[in-house]
């Protein structure tokens, strides 16, 4: 069973930057491709950006290509979301997600995924 907490959410101008880790505990991480997904209020939750158990394929939504950025440090059992050039519309509840031994892809859909509570980004314009 893993457990995911996530950190680093907070209040920001448009424009302006944060970044948004992931501790992971109770399993082994590097055995895990890691997302971020988040849901605006009223909205599905979507996926915003993951990275294969391997660490060397990512996945971005179109949304936030170029903007976004997604690392893990398997040290750490930490994954990152350095988010930059913020908008309005990436206000949000962002979710950290786990499965095991996917693609960065296979996390889109994928079943069988861990969740964090997620943490909330506001972003003011």
């Known amino acids: 069973q893993v457990q995911l907490v996530e950190s680093g959410g907070g209040l920001v101008q448009a424009g302006g930057s944060l970044r948004l880790s992931c501790a992971a505990s109770g399993g082994t991480f590097s055995s895990y491709a890691m997302g971020w997904f988040r849901q605006a209020p009223g909205k599905e939750r979507d996926i915003v950006a993951a990275?294969?158990?391997?660490?060397?394929?990512?996945y971005y939504a179109d949304s936030v290509k170029g903007r976004f950025t997604i690392s893990r440090d398997n040290a750490k059992n930490t994954v990152y979301l350095q988010m930059n050039s913020l908008k309005a519309e990436d206000t949000a509840v962002y979710y950290c997600a786990a499965r095991a031994f996917s693609s960065a892809a296979g996390m889109i859909a994928g079943k069988n995924k861990y969740w964090g509570q997620g943490t909330q980004v506001t972003v003011s314009s």
């Open positions: 990275i294969s158990w391997t660490g060397d394929t990512t």
